[in-house]
């Protein structure tokens, strides 16, 4: 599959008949939020964890060098926490653009961290076909890869330390990103 995903989320996916949409987020969408919304609320997806698995050619890396940022990988007995928006299906010419290096939408169900209750939203999720995947590695490898990278959103570095604060507010435990994280200090230290 092309890396460049917007034809096909636009033509898999048509939203325009739609008032509103939620859209869950569990990386650079929790802490950067450079789109208009509705509202936002923070919520929980099953049988996801966020990984440090996919390439980023566009944001912080390039395709001669690409860094590493978050997708999701199926995990039934796991979970992952993240903030959603409500946002008018207008903004995924948006969306569609900034997450198009692998990303494809999909609809799944996300609960309300607050136990208030559960919606049917999208989800930007870079699988292991697409062009960008790098795959596993360990949390020190990760962290070397993301602190010699950076791409016209900047550091690669500042992507995961961002993630890894914001993680903390939300009170989200996510081991995978706290080992990067203390590795990626020491080296940047
Ligand atoms: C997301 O944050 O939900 C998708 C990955 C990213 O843009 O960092």
Request: glycine residues 8%.
């Amino acid at each position: 599959m092309s890396h460049n995903t917007i034809t096909i989320n636009q033509q898999q996916q048509p939203l325009d008949h739609l008032e509103s949409v939620w859209l869950f987020g569990y990386g650079s969408l929790i802490y950067k939020a450079d789109f208009p919304y509705l509202q936002r609320k923070p919520a929980r997806i099953h049988g996801w964890q966020r990984r440090f698995w996919q390439g980023s050619h566009d944001h912080r890396g390039t395709p001669e060098a690409p860094g590493r940022v978050a997708t999701l990988v199926e995990a039934p007995q796991h979970s992952c926490d993240g903030m959603a928006y409500e946002v008018t299906p207008d903004v995924f010419a948006h969306l569609d653009h900034r997450e198009k290096n692998g990303y494809l939408r999909i609809f799944t169900r996300f609960d309300w961290l607050d136990g208030s209750g559960q919606v049917e939203g999208l989800v930007y999720i870079a699988g292991p076909d697409n062009e960008a995947y790098l795959g596993e590695a360990s949390p020190q490898q990760i962290a070397r890869h993301i602190a010699r990278s950076k791409g016209p959103s900047g550091p690669n570095s500042e992507y995961l330390l961002k993630l890894a604060d914001a993680l903390r507010e939300l009170g989200e435990q996510d081991e995978h990103v706290f080992a990067i994280e203390s590795e990626l200090k020491k080296l940047l230290a």
